[in-house]
């Protein structure tokens, strides 16, 4: 193997969605090293910024019916019991909700945590308050989808935070995708919540750091009691 194909195996891919920033940001560089040295070296460190925040690497999926995968990098910042969006049309009484927390370290790049069609996808204009809050679930920016599968739908809902201004959709109403494909993006720090069906237990915890594509959520053909948790 040559040492370009090497280098390549290595390298993490950056999704097509961070070039046009990459290159502004490259642009800006220039410029500000053409003003002052210094400057252009904060610029280039800005821009390596900027193409790790695009990357895009590739993850192992399980893949056995029922388990429900992270569909996000990040913190699991709450795991509560409330009622969906109502734009969904998923539920009327609280469903269990797991919400994974992005900052802007993590990876962007949302996954599908579990097959099946989308029957629904609903966008929803709104604030921009920090993703962390509980109220960022009803007045933030949003786009909802609900997942039609063999073991019941699920909603997953990505919310713009703080920094983050642009939902970036990859999948249609209607469109059937596998457990782990990239369903979207969010620009530049968010949050993903996902609803289980009614009598699927966790097997997560807060604080927990979750993997999109590879985290196990929660299995909805387990007949194992929830799980608990302790920080040490």
């Known amino acids: 193997m040559s040492i370009v194909k090497s280098i ?35 610029g ?28 996000a990098d990040g ?8 009622v969906p969006p109502p734009e969904l ?36 204009p709104g604030l921009f308050l920090n993703a962390e809050l509980h109220k960022a679930s009803d007045d933030n920016e949003r786009n909802g989808l609900v997942i039609e599968s063999l073991t019941g739908r699920y909603g997953v809902v990505q919310i713009a935070g703080l920094i983050a201004r642009r939902i970036v ?4 109403e209607g469109e059937s995708l596998a457990v782990g494909e990239r ?22 915890g807060e604080g927990q750091k979750a993997v999109a594509g590879e985290t196990v959520l929660a299995d909805a053909r387990a007949a194992d009691p929830g799980r608990s948790f302790s920080t040490l």
């Open 89 to 124: 049309g998923l539920s009327d009484t609280p469903l269990t909700r797991i919400s994974v927390f992005m900052n802007v370290f993590d990876c962007h790049v949302n996954r599908m945590p579990v097959s099946g069609r989308i029957v629904k996808m609903v966008y929803r």
């Open 44 to 71: 280039w460190i800005l821009t390596a910024w900027c193409a790790y925040f695009f990357r895009d690497p590739p993850r192992t999926v399980p893949v056995r019916e029922g388990l429900v995968i992270s569909p």
């Open 8 to 42: 390549r195996r290595q390298a993490t891919p950056i999704h097509r969605e961070g070039w046009p920033f990459i290159a502004i940001f490259a642009v800006a560089a220039l410029i500000l090293g053409w003003i002052w040295g210094p400057l252009g070296w904060i």
């Open 169 to 172: 959709p990859f999948a249609r």
């Open 75 to 82: 913190r699991i910042s709450q795991i509560i019991a409330c």
């Open 183 to 204: 369903f979207g993006l969010i620009r530049f720090g968010s949050r993903v919540d996902v609803y289980l069906p009614e009598g699927v237990l966790p097997l997560v």
